[in-house]
C-alpha cells in the first residue's frame, strides 16, 4: 500500500496558485476543494501556495479565470547561470574596467540592503567582515540559508566581499548589507515558487536591490512577484543567460528587470551571453578562455572556502547590483533614478546606441557616480549660489565681496562633489574622508565658526553659513516625507528654510558696513 501511495505522489504534479493577498489557507482549499498548502510559511501574507496533484490540466482550466486567484501555473525549475572551474590567483580586471575605486571612494554602498536570491550565502572569510544579514531558505528540505554550492556566496562576494582587508578579493560595494535568500538548492536549481516567494520576502524585509542571478522559462507567478517588488520600489537585477543565443530568459526578459549581458577582458560579449531586445546593459562576466579571465572571489568548493574563477551572466548581474548599491548611498534618490544613471552613462559598445548584445552599454560605475553627484549636490549648489548673491546684493556691498561670498557658498553646499574630476589629485583626499566628511557639513560649519572673526574672510564664513544651510534644508524636507524626493522638487521647497540664512545675511552686512 505504500508503494502505491509512493508512486502516486511521484506520479502528481506541482501546481502553484497565486491567490489574492490575505485569502487565507482555508478558503484556498475550499475554492480548490484540493490539499492546498502555503509554499513556505513567510508565503502566507501574500497566498502564494502549492497543490501536489494529479489533475493539474483541469484545475488551470477550471480556475485560470478566476478573479480570487492572480497566476496558477505547474512550479518550473530554474537554474543557476554560471559555469565555476579551478581556483585561479585572484586578478579582478572586471573591478578596474568599471571603475569600482570610484565607489569605494564614496561610501561604499553603506546601508544600502541588497537581497541575493540564490544558493544562499555562506560567511567564509573574506566575507566575515561584511554586512550579512540574517537569511531564509525557501527552498525544501534544506531549512538552513547558508550556502552548499558556493554560486550564491560568489555572487555575494562580488557585490559585498570585504575590500582593504589584505585578504582575498574586493567587491563592489563593501559596505552594502546582503540579504541572504535561498531559493535555489545545494544542486543550483529551484522550483518558481521558491523563487517568487523570495522576492516577495525581499519586499516584506526591506531590501533596496533585489539581485537574481538565475534564470528558466516564464512563470507567471514570477512576472506577479517581480511586478509587486518593482513597484514597492526595489530594483530587480537579473541575468540574461547563458545560451549564447538571441533570446533573454525569465525574469530578465520580464518588464521593469534591468537584463545583464556579460563582457569578457576584451570588453566584447562573452561566447556563452545570451542577447536580445530585453538587454538593459552588460557588465564584466568573465572568459576563461583567456588567462585570468574569470571573475573571481571567494567561493565553496566541496564544502570548503576557496578563492574560485566564474564565468557567465551569473557574475556581471551582480557587478550591476553593486554599482546600484553604491549609488544609492551616494544619495540617489529612488530605483528608476539609478537606471538611468547606470543606462545614460554607460560605456557605448557594439552599435552605436542601445543595441541586443550590450543593451545601453557596459557599465561603468565611475561615470554614474559621477553623474550621481552633479545631480545630487548641483542643485544644492545652485540654490546656496542664488542665495549667497540675494545677501550680497541686499547687504549692499561691492561686487567683490559679493564673488567671494558666491564661490564660498557655492563650493562648500557642493559638498566639493566636483573633487574626483581631478583624478589623481583628489585621490589622497577622498581616501582619508571616504566621502562622509567632505560631503557632510560639519567642515563647512567649522570654516563658517572659524572665518566670521576676521575682517577679511568673514564673507567666505557667511557664504560657508548659507551653504550649511542648504545642507540641512534639504535634509529637514526630505524628513518631513516618507520617502527622499528628487532635488529639482525639493529646491522651491527650502524658499521658507532658506529664508533664515538670508536675513542672517542682510542683518550681519549691514552691521559690517558700519564698522
Wanted: aromatic share 6%; hydrophobic share 45%; with cysteine.
Amino acid at each position: 500500500m505504500f508503494t502505491l501511495f509512493a508512486l502516486s505522489m511521484a506520479m502528481a504534479d506541482r501546481l502553484i496558485v497565486d491567490f489574492q493577498d490575505g485569502l487565507s489557507l482555508e478558503e484556498a482549499r475550499t475554492i480548490l476543494q484540493e490539499p492546498v498548502d502555503w509554499v513556505h510559511p513567510l508565503s502566507e501574507d501574500e497566498s502564494l501556495a502549492v497543490v501536489n496533484t494529479q489533475n493539474a490540466e483541469q484545475i488551470i482550466d477550471k480556475f485560470g479565470s478566476d478573479p480570487r486567484i492572480e497566476a496558477i501555473e505547474l512550479s518550473i525549475i530554474y537554474q543557476a547561470l554560471a559555469q565555476p572551474n579551478d581556483p585561479l590567483y585572484p586578478q579582478q580586471w572586471n573591478l578596474v574596467r568599471i571603475g569600482a575605486e570610484a565607489g569605494w571612494a564614496s561610501g561604499g554602498g553603506n546601508d544600502i540592503v541588497v537581497a541575493v536570491i540564490d544558493t544562499g550565502v555562506s560567511p567564509v572569510e573574506d566575507l566575515e567582515k561584511s554586512n550579512i544579514l540574517e537569511g531564509v531558505s525557501f527552498v525544501e528540505g534544506e531549512s538552513n540559508w547558508h550556502d552548499e554550492n558556493g554560486h550564491g556566496t560568489h555572487v555575494a562576494g562580488t557585490i559585498a566581499q570585504t575590500t582593504n582587508n589584505n585578504y582575498g578579493a574586493a567587491g563592489i560595494a563593501p559596505n552594502a548589507m546582503i540579504l541572504p535568500i535561498k531559493a535555489l538548492s545545494k544542486f543550483g536549481a529551484g522550483q518558481s515558487e521558491w523563487i517568487a516567494s523570495s522576492i516577495d520576502e525581499a519586499v516584506d524585509r526591506g531590501a533596496h536591490i533585489i539581485n537574481l542571478s538565475l534564470g528558466g522559462r516564464p512563470s507567471k507567478v514570477m512576472e506577479i512577484a517581480v511586478k509587486k517588488a518593482i513597484q514597492s520600489g526595489v530594483l530587480v537585477v537579473a541575468a540574461a543567460g547563458n545560451t549564447g543565443k538571441e533570446g533573454v530568459r525569465s525574469p530578465a526578459a520580464l518588464p521593469g528587470v534591468l537584463a545583464v549581458s556579460a563582457t569578457g577582458p576584451e570588453d566584447t560579449l562573452a561566447s556563452y551571453s545570451t542577447y536580445g531586445e530585453h538587454i538593459s546593459l552588460s557588465a564584466p562576466g568573465g572568459d576563461k578562455s583567456q588567462p585570468h579571465g574569470g571573475i573571481i572571489q571567494e567561493s565553496l568548493r566541496s564544502g570548503k572556502p576557496e578563492f574560485l574563477e566564474f564565468q557567465g551572466t551569473s557574475m556581471a548581474a551582480p557587478h550591476v547590483s553593486g554599482a546600484a548599491a553604491i549609488l544609492m548611498g551616494a544619495g540617489a534618490d529612488n530605483a528608476e533614478n539609478v537606471t538611468t544613471l547606470l543606462l545614460e552613462n554607460a560605456i557605448d559598445l557594439g552599435e552605436k546606441g542601445w543595441d541586443k548584445k550590450y543593451g545601453h552599454g557596459r557599465l561603468d560605475v565611475a561615470a554614474s557616480l559621477h553623474a550621481q553627484r552633479l545631480q545630487t549636490h548641483g542643485a544644492r549648489a545652485s540654490v546656496a549660489l542664488l542665495f549667497a548673491l540675494a545677501v550680497g546684493v541686499m547687504a549692499q556691498q561691492r561686487f567683490g565681496m559679493i564673488t567671494i561670498l558666491a564661490m564660498s557658498s557655492f563650493t562648500a553646499s557642493g559638498g566639493l562633489f566636483w573633487l574626483p574630476s581631478l583624478g589623481p589629485l583628489s585621490k589622497p583626499l577622498l581616501s582619508h574622508f571616504q566621502n562622509s566628511l567632505w560631503q557632510s557639513a560639519l567642515l563647512w560649519t567649522a570654516m563658517s565658526i572659524a572665518l566670521l572673526p576676521s575682517k577679511m574672510l568673514r564673507w567666505v564664513g557667511i557664504g560657508c553659513c548659507i551653504a550649511v544651510m542648504c545642507h540641512l534644508g534639504e535634509g529637514w524636507v526630505n524628513q518631513q516625507l516618507s520617502s527622499p524626493i528628487p532635488s529639482f522638487i525639493w529646491f522651491p521647497l527650502n524658499i521658507l528654510v532658506l529664508s533664515i540664512p538670508v536675513a542672517l545675511g542682510v542683518i550681519v552686512g549691514r552691521y559690517m558696513k558700519g564698522e
